[in-house]
């Protein structure tokens, strides 16, 4: 019975290549996907027929010499496009993520195609401006059109990544001329794999007791090219401007030359958002009350608010030396070191690593919106770290999404399905998914300890159950298409070896049948999140007259929006301006305030709250007082006059 099971499922896999060979011929996955040229036509095209409400800025230019396209669009009613409360939508961070820039692209289409047709895009484009960078990425994303595809997440820049001064000096090659960049497993009595025995595409991390004849070492294809006995070590480029925000970031040693906002994509973003560069005539782009984030990180379908990962540096001291990470580690040590004398405990992270208690209703009200307007009602999210969606919130203080487009979901794994909690919540395991989700970062793993156990696309013990996940969406949903069949290769240096895996980007990018109705979905939620902000407005003042010559004057404020002002983490980083009131007395001569200031700073008002202010002014009757209310990013400025008497 076993060997007929087994026999049955060579016989079905045969079969399930024969079909892929057949029916379904290689199509590049980029297939109705936006090169850079063609995004940059695209952009360029909604530009000049939408001149009124639209404008293409070039944030900065890459390495490679893209522009980072920025194309603000705002209503022509109401105030000018910085003064209005902005929504900043950036997609495209991680290289291969490239979905993220057709969706981003697709709302920008939509919001200036509609403006003169629909009421509802015209009514908020008269209230809000869209800033919407497609593609921050534009370098890393280029190598989704390439003829050889390797999915990476990062830019360009070279970089040296194992520590031997010289950069990018050991790229994967397409041994077996798929046009991949797949796995190679080779057998190895020093191996930590072995073949799992109900899928025999899937690796699995070795268990005590199996046969040494059983193990297996993972490499991705290629040759050693250094002769350093690693294999495709240090490829090109670069690092993933996801993991470079200053927050949280991992000081993991990625390589030399990578510190938070090392990279000019990173810089150019911060910059737009938060720096006054009088010689380049850009403002700070403080009227931003919210973000929303297309990258491989989710807390809209996945569980709402933000928990930061654990970087895969710092750890305490003596698990680091435990690890048995090696010299190179040991100045991290904190302490005097010697026996007898007393450890210094490991420093204190500072940095906020969860969203503070008072905001999280706010990021469960979005996400459960999120759910019913575009129907993706879960999704696989790592834990960040050093991302935008971090940096977002923790640092600049306001409201901030990320939704990942395509991930195992319930309804994609078939009816019956039990729903994993490892999918909607991220689990341990998924942590260790985050530090080793930057490539480079596996292969510092493999320096440190086991040299050839690299894990890769098939083989990431932690993963096993979720790439388990994906074949059987690839089984059932796909027609088998997706992954690479094991077939034996004669390598060079390493003999008789086996290639296969899964195809490079199928797992980050949905194929382009399915971009239309993401980016009508996410439309409409990007409407509905520029609709929330705060909106503070002051009702009419209110006169007393108390005696000859003394008159009591209040005013309210109301917050009318469905946001706080600020959140309670922008309060605590003072990011957000205050909401100001003044008051402006007629004459100096004959009038004063004698009770109340003359300019009130309020911090926050809650959705629904209110804040009264109350002034005392000796004055004769019939004089004048001015009251300005600004809100920088709450509706801006509202005036009021009154005669006192
Ligand atoms: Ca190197
Ligand atoms: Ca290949
Ligand atoms: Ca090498
Ligand atoms: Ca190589």
Redesign the pocket.
Known sequence: MKYFCRFSKTISLICLFCLTVIFLPAQAPSKGYHDYQALTSALKQIASQYPDITELKSLGTTLKGKNIWMLQISGTNGPSPLEKQALLICGNLEGDHVIGSEVALGIARHLAENYAKDDQVKKVLDQRTFYIIPRLNPDGAELFFKKVLHEQSANLKPRDEDFDWIKDE?PPEDLNNDGLITMMRVKDKEGGWTVDEKDPRLMKKKEDGTPLDKLYKLYPEGI???G?G??N?DGIGGFNINRNFPHNFGYDFKGLGVYPASEVETQYLIDFMTRYVPGLKTQPHKNICGVLIFSKYDNLAADPGIVCGTPTFPQPPQQVRDAGAGQMFMFFRRGRGEEGQEQLPPARDPQQKKTLPADEYLFKNVSDKYKEITGIKSAHSEKPAGSMLEWAYFQFGVPSFSANLWSLREEERGPGAKRPGALSSPSQAQTQEAAASDRRAMFMQMMGGARGSAPGAAGRSANTDTYKKWLDWIDKNNNGKGFVEWAPFEHEQLGEVEIGGFEPYFRVNPPAEKIPELIKSHSDFALYLASQFAHIVMEKPRIKKLSSGLFELKVTLHNKGKFPYVTAMGQRTRSINSILVEITLEEDKNMSLFGGSRRVDTTNIEPGGEKEITWLILSPSGKKADIRLWARNGGGETKESVVLR
């Open positions: 050991d050693d090219n250094d350093d690693n294999y070590e």
